[in-house]
Structures are given as C-alpha cells and as structure tokens.
C-alpha cells in the first residue's frame, strides 16, 4: 500500500511526536525515580574531584554502584539536571536494576581541581600522598564512595569508552576491594604502536589535530565550558591538509599553547615517554573481573582492545578476564543497533544483542549477584562476512595455521610461492599528489572507510592490487594478519600501507528484508572491495622503533609488521584481494620520504620515491594469514 503525502507527513509527524514524548517520559521517569547529587570527593594529595552521583530512592534494597570517569565532562552541571546518557542510551537499563550511577571529571578536566595529563603514567612504587596518578584518584573515590553513599551494596563496577576506557584500566589496576567488575571499552592503551595518534610511528594528522584543537587548550580555572574546535577554512579534509603542508606548519597554529602537541614532536621516536604510557605495563595482579570490549572497525583505538586483553591474560593469568568484538566502530556497541556500517550490512543488531545478553549481565552477575554469565566465553567474537557470533576458550582461537599469500606477477595473489625470478611490481609515490584514505570529499574523517568500497584506489597508478581467483571455499580469519614486504626504494624512507580487502562477485546483492530497505544512498555492491583490514608502517622503524634506520637507495630489504586482527570469512565464490601504497592521506601524516625529522623537516624536503615490491622465488613478499579450520 503506497502512502499519499498527506498520509506521510501525518506518519512523520506521529513518528517523531512519539519519539520526543518518550524521550520526556523517560527523563520524567529518572526525575521520579533517582536523586542527582554532585560533589566534590578529596584525593589524598588534596585535590579534589568534581562528581555526579545519581542515587535511587527506593531503598528497599542495597545497590551496586557503576561508575565512570572521564576528560569528557560529566554534563549537565546542576542537581536539578539530568544527564541525557541516562535516558537515552541503554544506561536506563542499569536504572531498572537500582544502580547507583557515578560520573567524574578527571583531574584538571572540566569542573575537578588539579593538573591534567595526557594518559598519565601508572606509578606502582607511589611514595607518600604527593604520588598520584589516574588508579591512585580511583581508589580514593570509590573509598569515598562506600563510605559515604547510603543503600550501596559495598561493590563498584566501572566501564567506559575511548578515554574513559583508559580510566576504567587504571580503575581495574588500583585493586580497591570493592571493585568487583571492570570494562575497559575501545580502551586508549598504546599511542605510539597502534591507537588514536601513532600506528607503527605513523602519525594520525587528521585526528590529531582536528581532537587536541579543543581538547588540550589550556584550562586556566575550573570550567564547565568546552573549548571551541578549530575553524576550518577548506571543507575538504584532503586538500585542507596539503595546503597546510609539513607538520611544523600545523604546530604554529597552536601557538604551543598545548602541552602534549609540542611533547609528541618532542619524542619522535618509541623513546621512554611513550612507553610510560603504555597501559599494558599496570596489568597485573588484577583482582576485579575484566571485560574487554571493542569494535573491529574502530578506526581510534582497536588496537588498544585487542590488546589489552592479551596483556591482561599473559600477565594476569588468575583475572576473570573476557573478550569482546563486534562489527562496530568506535563506541558503536553503544549507540544504533549496529546493524551495518556503511555498506556493509551484519544480518541482526549486534549492538542490542551485545547490551542485552553480554555487558548487562556482566555487571549484574559481579556486582548483584543475579543472573548468569555461562554464555559470555573467553572470548566473544562476531565473525563478518559470514554474519555469525562465536565463543572460543581464548584468543587467538587454538585452531588456526599462519598460512602465506603470495604475491605473484601480474598482479596475481595466490597461496603457491612464486617460481618467477628477479619479479618485481614498482611504482612511484608522489607526497604532493598522496593517495587518499577515502573516496570523495569530506571534512571530517569518516567511520566507514574501516569498510568502505576501495575500487577508488584499485584505480590509482600509485596502488598496487593483487587478488587471487575466485575462491571455490569459504576462508576464515581469526587473529594478527603479519604483513612481510620485500622492497627497495629510491630514497631513504618510505611509508607502507597494507590493505586485506574481501572483493564480492559482481552479481553480489544484499537481501534487504532486514536492513536499509529502499535507502536512498543504497550502493551498488556488484564487484564491492571491502576493506577488511588496513595498517602502515613508517619505513624506518622496521627494524627497531626505538632506533630508526634510514633505507639504502635500491638496495632490497624486507619490511615485516602486524595488522590488527582480523575476524572475517571470505565466503565461496569471492576473491582475496591486498593493496600496497605507500601514503593514506590525510589519516597519517606524509612521509617526507627522506631520513629526516618529519615534525621538523620543511616543505621542500617532500621528495618522489619508486618503491619496488618484489615477487619471485627468491624475493616473496606475502601476507601470513590466520586461517581458522
């Protein structure tokens, strides 16, 4: 039946009455049910911090408390205020179940006393009450929090996202006795190797810039203001950006008002000031029960939860500690339905199942006692391509063989090693013409490019693509992918970015009974080249991250790093297909393509490369795959 257009506006408008008045229900239902409280709880060096606690007033029971802490602000500001997270996300349903519910500015954020630092460093020898750092602040909170919080049932679980991912780390390490249960989520873990800022040395230009514009301004007093973010006079991220030029043009912009900007020119290298920021180096001995939560297409921080879980299990072998991954991007588990990303559709709302049947029940099994967790294994892990959720004891599951594929001539990718000799690919990378991270014109980086069509790139005389034939079985994927290329270049440094792309055939259709039926922007998924998986690597880190190492002009050397892992299954009758560039702009930063300072170097110091990528018997680049049987 065809509605008329009066029919439709009247749908609309009912449509999005209901949803205003049930959003107003909901808040009216918090009102009614939950008395806000904010106050300022004492660090033992005296600082102290700004805290929001949302107490229910049925007090016919104790109650857990779940808190969460962040650099993001715990707005509104006000008792008479309400935090919009707890009515319109799924946090309402921790207020069904009596939770107390905790926020709090970090130190020096927002509305909290103190100085602020970027991923402050875990101290484990702090020495009398002037040491802190973000686990010491936990632990002084939740002792305020027991002892001063009428009706609570004396255990504390703490989650969050991104930042306060890292927090909730930090919370975990602090070992307090009454915290119970903890879930970092997309956790900020390593920013040198592999989340937000770095990925093997490789500057995020992009993210980088357009986050620490607002968020590292300098807070002169406690504020409940947000700094304004930066005015861009381009709206075009890929040309913005080559305007701007080397790095050194993007740091006068600052002025050095901001501190960590200037630090991370400051430490160009894998030096002792990042790894003091590795989150990894706290985990151990951890009494709380751990759930690690990320999404395979975060484009922030999916190293950081891949991870943190296996530091966790190596170093911490006694912690109740699982795993989970999802189709999502970052924070996607906690929003939408996630149902698809992009393009690309997953079959059911993996973001619903996720809340209802894995971090809910986590929490309510630690910290009341009620439900059970027999379906939350070691590891929970969604499978794309074919669709599916699967559980294995850990992670990387037991059966899976690294298993090699080659690149071979002719633009061929294949699981037999080449016999050609002296076989080689080459083209030429051009820093002031570099290949874009994405298809079209954008202003701010886009979530879906972590599975977005690369047929834009396949295109392109500076991106090398090899696939195999169509595939006659199913190929699944679970764990690192370790890229090995050997190449010789014509100058001294080069980046190279590695693409695992999963190409549908080209009569492929989605059936659109569950999702995005008649969307407007629905694509065309005939021959669709889905990345699976992309990293780089800075060429003069390959051999050592603490020391760099300039390349020797046509001399052959293999460059050899991991990807993140992969959960994915190839189905029958598609075709594995890998890209080789060597720029993925403006996400990283250009190399200069010379063995110089890239925060310090100049415009003119951008220089052409022909990059070779070798494929003969004697020379066999290919990627080692982790094939699950």
């Not at 929001?52 to 650099?71: C, D, G």
């Not at 969307?519 to 690597?537: D, F, K, S, T, W």
Request: glycine share 6%; hydrophobic share 35%.
């Amino acid at each position: 039946m065809k509605l008329n257009k009066l029919s439709l506006y009247t749908f609309l408008f009912l449509f999005f009455s209901f949803k205003f008045l049930s959003a107003d229900a909901d808040s009216l239902w918090v009102v009614n049910n939950y008395t806000k409280q904010e106050v300022m709880i004492t660090m033992r060096d005296g600082v102290k911090l700004f805290t929001s606690i949302y107490v229910p007033k049925n007090n016919s029971e104790k109650h857990p408390i779940l808190m969460m802490r962040t650099p993001y602000s715990v707005s509104p500001y006000g008792e008479g205020k309400i935090s919009p997270r707890l009515y319109k996300t799924y946090w309402k349903e921790y207020l069904k179940e009596n939770y107390i519910l905790v926020m709090q500015d970090v130190r020096g954020k927002y509305m909290s006393e103190g100085v602020y630092e970027d991923v402050r460093p875990f101290n484990k020898n702090k020495k009398g009450k002037k040491e802190i750092d973000e686990s010491s602040d936990t632990f002084d909170t939740v002792d305020w929090l027991i002892k001063n919080i009428k009706n609570n049932n004396g255990n504390v679980g703490v989650f969050g996202i991104s930042y306060p991912g890292f927090y909730a780390t930090m919370a975990a390490v602090s070992n307090h006795p009454a915290i119970k249960a903890v879930s970092p989520q997309a956790p900020v873990t390593e920013w040198f190797l592999g989340d937000d800022f770095h990925h093997n040395g490789a500057f995020a230009l992009m993210d980088a810039f357009s986050f620490y514009y607002s968020f590292g301004m300098p807070r002169p007093a406690p504020t409940t203001s947000t700094a304004p973010g930066y005015k861009f006079p381009v709206k075009d991220n890929y040309e913005f950006y080559l305007r701007v030029g080397a790095f050194k043009n993007i740091a006068s912009m600052f002025t050095d008002s901001i501190k960590f900007w200037k630090q991370l020119s400051e430490h160009p290298n894998y030096d002792d000031f990042w790894k003091a920021r590795d989150a990894r180096r706290a985990c151990y001995n951890i009494k709380s029960a751990m759930m690690v939560v990320g999404g395979l297409f975060d484009a922030e921080d999916c190293y950081g939860a891949w991870n943190l879980y296996k530091a966790i299990d190596k170093q911490s072998p006694t912690t109740k500690s699982s795993l989970v991954m999802g189709p999502w991007v970052h924070g996607g588990w906690s929003r939408g339905d996630g149902s698809n990303l992009g393009n690309i559709r997953f079959g059911s709302a993996t973001s619903t199942y996720y809340q209802q049947n894995l971090e809910i029940p986590f929490f309510n099994y630690h910290l009341k006692g009620k439900e059970s967790i027999d379906k939350i294994s070691k590891a929970n892990v969604f499978f794309t391509g074919e669709n599916n959720w699967k559980q294995f004891e850990n992670w990387p599951p037991a059966k899976v063989t690294a298993t090699p594929i080659y690149l071979n001539d002719k633009e061929k990718l294949s699981f037999t090693k080449p016999e050609q000799k002296n076989s080689f690919t080459k083209y030429v990378s051009n820093p002031n013409k570099p290949v874009p991270y994405a298809d079209g014109v954008h202003l701010r980086r886009t979530r879906e490019y972590m599975d977005d069509d690369q047929r834009f790139a396949s295109r392109r005389t500076d991106v090398l693509s090899f696939k195999t034939e169509i595939l006659a079985e199913d190929v699944t994927l679970a764990g690192v992918l370790t890229a090995v290329i050997k190449t010789a270049i014509s100058t001294t440094d080069a980046d190279f970015v590695v693409k695992l792309i999963d190409v549908f055939p080209d009569n492929f259709e989605y059936d659109s009974s569950y999702c995005c039926l008649g969307a407007a922007n629905e694509a065309e998924m005939g021959g669709y080249q889905m990345l699976v998986r992309g990293e780089i690597m800075r060429g003069r880190f390959r051999k050592s991250f603490e020391n760099p190492e300039a390349f020797t002009p046509g001399k052959m050397e293999e460059v050899k790093f991991d990807l993140p892992d992969v959960a994915h299954t190839f189905k029958k009758g598609h075709k594995i297909m890998v890209q080789i560039q060597s720029s993925w702009f403006p996400l990283f930063d250009r190399n200069p393509q010379q063995f110089v300072n890239t925060y310090t170097c100049d415009d003119k110091d951008f220089v052409e490369s022909e990059i070779k990528i070798y494929h003969d018997a004697d020379n066999a680049s290919y990627l080692l795959l982790p094939i699950m049987k």
